[in-house]
């Protein structure tokens, strides 16, 4: 019985996890090539940041990566927005650059731009 409860458990949680995962994937299309359209997309990514920071009172850090509630909550966030360009650009971001709160929006304008490019051509 135990086994066919551990069974049903890790099914579950592996499909849970695969349409997560499915989700979590950049639609590169979705991404305009404008810096400014970008910049615009940053701005409203770091606000989910904040937000999600305020949420789970996680003011020590600036960088929010290791923290669960945090990331957790923000990924939620964008996977249940109607913005198909912030989901994209939310994903495409570098893990290390997606959960900060204080970041260089240069760097990570050029980042998701790069990737773009790349996988477009």
């Known amino acids: 019985m135990r086994h066919i409860l551990f ?4 099914a579950a949680s592996v499909l849970f996890g695969a349409s ?13 090539e404008d810096r400014a359209a970008l910049a615009e997309l940053d701005n409203e ?3 989910a940041v904040r937000a999600a920071v305020r949420y789970c009172e996680a003011f020590l850090r600036s960088s929010h990566q290791g ?10 966030a964008m ?5 198909a360009a912030l989901r994209a650009y ?3 971001l570098p893990r ?8 260089n929006q240069g760097l990570a304008i050029d ?6 490019n790349k996988r477009l051509q």
Do not use: K
């Open 111 to 116: 980042r998701v731009l790069q990737q773009r």
């Open 20 to 32: 997560a995962w499915a989700q979590d994937e950049v639609n590169w299309m979705a991404l305009p």
């Open 45 to 47: 990514q770091s606000r």
């Open 67 to 76: 923290n669960p509630c945090v990331f957790t909550d923000v990924d939620r």
């Open 7 to 10: 069974g049903g458990v890790l």
């Open 90 to 92: 939310h994903f495409a």
């Open 96 to 103: 290390t650059l997606r959960y900060q709160e204080i970041r």
């Open 79 to 83: 996977r249940r927005t109607d913005n």
